[in-house]
């Protein structure tokens, strides 16, 4: 029944947006951005949670490829400056192409805060609108530091792209969909996950490294951890995998005891949850490759999870 309920409303969104037509060079991967939220939050409870959390990875995938696969460096600081002052009537700076992304964003988001708003009188389009101004500013470092050829440090790139791989983005709205009911609620959760956003974001970017580099830096991409780690130590490629892998061991442990000692309210056990699912959902998305991007990699996965009966049920 819930995968009717996607195509009805979330294809008939993806469809309305007219991004698969208008912005032909990025990717469609509605169906993958489902399953990435079926395995951060599952329970029915969620459902309307997985609706906005797909469309939030729908946009996501496609804000991405405008800064990695298209925009030039003047289009993209005009994009971030636009988006970090949310002002629809700055859109007539942008050039066509990104006037039909940003208002198809726009639009989103601010539907997503008006029925979070109607429905639980909280008004989250502040925290919104910072989350995602930092994601754009995240991925115009990465555009600069590809056209002038930078390679950082593994700090330096990690202290960026552990927002720059959207796990900030997506764990701000997790936020809204926990059992909320309160400013002071949300105000706490923010101020006490840091920790937890972090980690959970560093899992993530990291298993996307292991699992996208190297197609990544064949097609022309900015250095990944991997690459980064090789250009300041002098490692191997498979030493420099090695150390991610061990890395990622090292940031699961933390991130384990930041949720186990954080319990106390159901919102905090319930975003500590989504926190550690996301993390989990990464390692399967990118263990074989590049299952986001890929169709081949995560189809088995998408037919056996959301499509197929379990043999012996009725």
Known sequence: MEIEKLEFFLVLWWRNTCWDKKLSFSRDRLVENFLWTVGVTYLPKFSVGRKTLTKVGAIITTIDDVYDVYGTLDELQQFTDVTIRWDINSIEELPDYMKICFLGFYNAINE??????????????????????????????EAKWYQSGHTPTLEEYLDNAYTSISGPVILMHCKFLTSVTSTQEILRCIETTDHIVRYSSLILRLADDLGTSSDEMARGDNPKSIQCYMHESGATEDEARSYMKSLIIKIWKKLNEEVAGDGGSQILQEFGDCATNLARMAQLMYGEGDGHSRPDISKSHILSLLFNPIQGLH
């Open 112 to 141: 997503i805060a008006y029925d979070t708003l109607t429905n639980t009188g909280l008004l989250i389009l502040p925290y919104l609108k910072k989350a995602w101004a930092d994601l754009c500013k995240s991925y115009l470092v």
